[in-house]
C-alpha cells in the first residue's frame, strides 16, 4: 500500500473539484467512486419481524407510572441521608451544607429505611432555565427529579431518596443538554461505545451511617 | 398513530409514550443501512443480521436513554458499531475471515465476461475491505459506503476528526491499491 496523490484525497473528501484532477487521478477517482458504489448494494435480508416479536415480549422502555405518580412514591419512602456536593469552589461551603442537612433533615419527613439513602444533587450551572437528574434510579425518565435554584446564583439543588447501592445518572440542563456531573469523581462507560460515561453515584444505607 | 414519514423525535416520542409498536417505524428507516454497515464490518450476512437485531432490541430497551433523538441514528450506528466490535472481539481478531467474504456473485446475464469482470472486482473490493484493521474499515463503511459527515462518524464511534480522516485516507489506499490490480 503506497500513499496516494493528496489532490485526490481532498476530492475524495469534497475538498477539491474532481474536474480539476490531472487525468491519471480523474481515473482513479472514478475507479474509486465505482468500487465504492459496488459496497452499497443493501443486504436481501430483514430481521424487522424478528426484533418486534421479540420487544413485544419485553416491557415498553417506559414506566407504567406517570412522573408524578413516581414523584409521589419517591416522597412517601423512608429516608436517609448521602450529600453529594459538586462545584470546586464551593466545597467547603458544601461541606458545611452537607452537615446541616443530614442533622437538620424535616422531622416531620419519613422514616429513613435501612436499605436507603438521600442523595443531595449540587451542580452550578450559570444561566440555566431548567437542571434536571436522571439516572438508573429513574429508567432515565425526565421530569421526575428537578433542580432548583431559588436565590439565582447559578448553584442548582435537589435532594431525592434512592435505594442504597450505585447508581448511574446525568444532569439535563434546559430539558436538551446532557452533562455529566464534572465532579462526581466516579465514571462508567454508558455501554453504548464511543467512550461516553455515566457520573457514578454511590448511596450509603442509612444503617452505615455514622 | 405516527405516521411512516414523522421525524425520529416524534416516533420516539411515541414509543416512549408506550406505543411498542410504532418502533417498527424506526426499524425500517435505519434497518437497511444498519444490515449494510454491519454486513461490511463483519464479511458474514448471518452474524451481520443477528448484530443489527441484537442492537435494534437494546436500542428498544434503552430508548429513554438517547439523549438527542433528533440524531438517533447516530445513536443506532453507534450501538450496532459497539456490537460489532464485541462480535469481532469474540472471534480474538478484528479482521473478518476472507472465508466469511463471499465469493463473486455470478450471473447468467448475455454479456458473460462483463458479468464476470464486474463480479471478480466485488469480490476484490471485498477483500480490499475485509483484509482491513476494524476502526479503518469502519471509518470507511461509514464515510463512503453510509456517506456520513465526518463530524457525524466522530459521534457514532467517538473518535477524533483527524484521526478519522486517517483511517479512511488509509481505507483508500489499501482499496486503490488493490484496484489497480484489477485495470493492470
Redo the contacts between chains.
Keep these: ?4 496523490d493528496p489532490r485526490l ?1 481532498e476530492a ?2 469534497l475538498e477539491r473539484d474532481p474536474g480539476d484532477l490531472p487525468v491519471d487521478l480523474r481515473e ?1 477517482y472514478a ?2 467512486n465505482a ?2 458504489q ?6 436481501p ?4 419481524a ?3 416479536a ?3 415480549q ?1 416491557p ?3 414506566h407504567s407510572e406517570g412522573p408524578a405518580r413516581r414523584l409521589i412514591h419517591w416522597l412517601g419512602r423512608p429516608r436517609a441521608v448521602t450529600v453529594r456536593l459538586r462545584p470546586v469552589w464551593t466545597l467547603a461551603l458544601a461541606a458545611g451544607l452537607a452537615a446541616v442537612l443530614v442533622l437538620q433533615w424535616p422531622s416531620g419527613g419519613p422514616t429513613p429505611g435501612v436499605a436507603q439513602g438521600i442523595a443531595n444533587f449540587v451542580g452550578q450551572f450559570p444561566g440555566a432555565r431548567s437542571v434536571e437528574v436522571v439516572g438508573s434510579f429513574n ?3 425526565r421530569g421526575t427529579l428537578h433542580l432548583n435554584d431559588d436565590d439565582g446564583d447559578g448553584i442548582w439543588h435537589a435532594k431525592a431518596v434512592l435505594p442504597a447501592g450505585q447508581h448511574e445518572y ?1 444532569f439535563v440542563v434546559d430539558g ?1 443538554r ?1 452533562v455529566p456531573d464534572p465532579l462526581a469523581g466516579r465514571y462508567v462507560d ?7 460515561q455515566n457520573s457514578l453515584l454511590i448511596v450509603r444505607p442509612v444503617s452505615a451511617q455514622p | 398513530m405516527v405516521n411512516d414519514g414523522a421525524p425520529d423525535i416524534e416516533v420516539v416520542a411515541r414509543v416512549l409514550g408506550g406505543d411498542g409498536e410504532a418502533f417498527g417505524i424506526l426499524i425500517r428507516r435505519y434497518e437497511p443501512g444498519l444490515l449494510r454497515f454491519a454486513t461490511r464490518m463483519l464479511g458474514n450476512p448471518d452474524a451481520a443480521a443477528d448484530a443489527v437485531a441484537e442492537s435494534l432490541v437494546r436500542a428498544y430497551r434503552h430508548l429513554a436513554q438517547c439523549r438527542d433523538p433528533g440524531r438517533l441514528r447516530s445513536w443506532l450506528y453507534r450501538i450496532t458499531g459497539n456490537r460489532c466490535r464485541s462480535h469481532l472481539a469474540r472471534r480474538h481478531t478484528n479482521d473478518i475471515s476472507l472465508s466469511d467474504v463471499p465469493p463473486p456473485a455470478l450471473a447468467d446475464g448475455s454479456d458473460t465476461w462483463a458479468v464476470l469482470e464486474r463480479g471478480e472486482q466485488v469480490a476484490l473490493v471485498e477483500r480490499a475491505l475485509a483484509s482491513l484493521p476494524a476502526e479503518k474499515r469502519e471509518a470507511f463503511v461509514l464515510k463512503h459506503v453510509e456517506g456520513m459527515s465526518y463530524e457525524e462518524m466522530a459521534t457514532v464511534t467517538g473518535a477524533r476528526i483527524p484521526t478519522l480522516k486517517m483511517r479512511v485516507h488509509r481505507a483508500r489506499e489499501a482499496l486503490l491499491a488493490a484496484l489497480e490490480e484489477v485495470v493492470r
Design positions: 500500500m503506497s500513499p496516494i484525497q475524495l473528501d482513479a475507479r474509486f468500487a465504492t459496488m459496497l452499497k448494494a443493501t443486504p435480508v430483514s430481521v424487522a424478528r426484533v418486534m421479540e420487544i413485544r419485553i415498553p422502555p417506559v429508567d432515565w425518565s446525568m436538551e446532557w454508558d455501554g453504548f461505545g464511543a467512550g461516553q
